[in-house]
């Protein structure tokens, strides 16, 4: 079945630095991922829409130029997490849908960010 | 796309059927149920979905209202790999190419004792 794939798993960094998170469809190609963060205790919230070879689409109140999302190819979308502060620890997850079968999408096993 | 309400928490003794409600009344004839689930400290995990007959897989069984305004989910015997919050999503399934996102509410946190 689909595999997404999300490297590294988990992350620590200090403030002000940045920490790049990729997200890997392994087995098929993904023309559109997303990207969820997910506060402990709370759901998944949806941060954007990443599209191969075109701008993310953000959810309203995530700011773009903190979150950089690149999507270079139909496997990979890179979410890069700049200026990192403490209150931007979370669990970053994405996931991919496939081109073919009933709009499911596949998510990876999610990468933790703590920032010191 | 409609939004949903489930409990927030429910329990199942392991080996019985766990049985989690979903209401969406203001669901559109178009719109999907869908189920996903998500254990602890990993992503989320496709279920099973449905438009508005009753749907099987190997994992559980989908009940859908005649009047969709609500749904099951059925895990027939519960394990206690099974403990999760299990999410209900309303959404219209978007053509192969376009990816509809999902939204996630808040969820059932599901805990199957022994």
């Known amino acids: 079945g689909a595999v997404v794939s999300q490297h590294p798993s988990r992350v620590i960094c200090k403030s002000g630095t940045s920490v790049k998170i990729e997200c890997r469809s392994l087995?098929?190609?993904?023309?559109?991922m997303f990207w969820y963060r997910q506060f402990p205790k709370q759901s998944l919230m949806l941060m954007a829409t990443?599209?191969?070879?075109?701008?993310?689409?953000?959810e309203q109140g995530v700011e773009k130029d903190k979150f950089l999302i690149n999507h270079a190819s139909l496997t990979l979308s890179t979410l890069t997490v700049t200026s990192a502060h403490p209150e931007d620890s979370s669990f970053y997850i994405c996931?991919?849908?496939?081109?073919?079968?009933?709009?499911?999408?596949?998510f990876g096993a999610g990468s933790r960010l703590t920032v010191l | 796309d409609a939004k949903t309400t489930q409990p927030t928490s429910m329990d199942c003794a392991e080996g019985r059927a766990a049985n989690l409600p979903c209401n969406h009344s203001?669901?559109?004839?178009?719109?999907?149920v869908y189920w996903y689930r998500q254990i602890h400290s990993q992503g989320p995990q496709y279920i099973i979905h449905?438009?508005?007959n009753n749907e099987t897989n190997e994992m559980a069984s989908l009940i859908i209202t005649e009047d969709r305004k609500s749904s099951t989910l059925i895990l027939p015997h519960a394990t206690l790999r099974d403990t999760a919050v299990y999410y209900c999503?309303?959404?219209?399934?978007?053509?192969?190419?376009?990816?509809?996102?999902?939204?996630f509410g808040q969820g059932t946190e599901l805990s199957v004792k022994p």
């Open positions: 203001t669901i559109s004839g178009n719109e999907y």
């Open positions: 990443s599209n191969e070879g075109s701008k993310a689409t953000y």
């Open positions: 996931s991919a849908s496939t081109l073919t079968g009933a709009n499911v999408l596949t």
């Open positions: 087995d098929f190609q993904a023309t559109t």
């Open positions: 999503i309303v959404r219209v399934a978007r053509g192969h190419n376009q990816g509809g996102k999902l939204i």
């Open positions: 449905g438009l508005k």
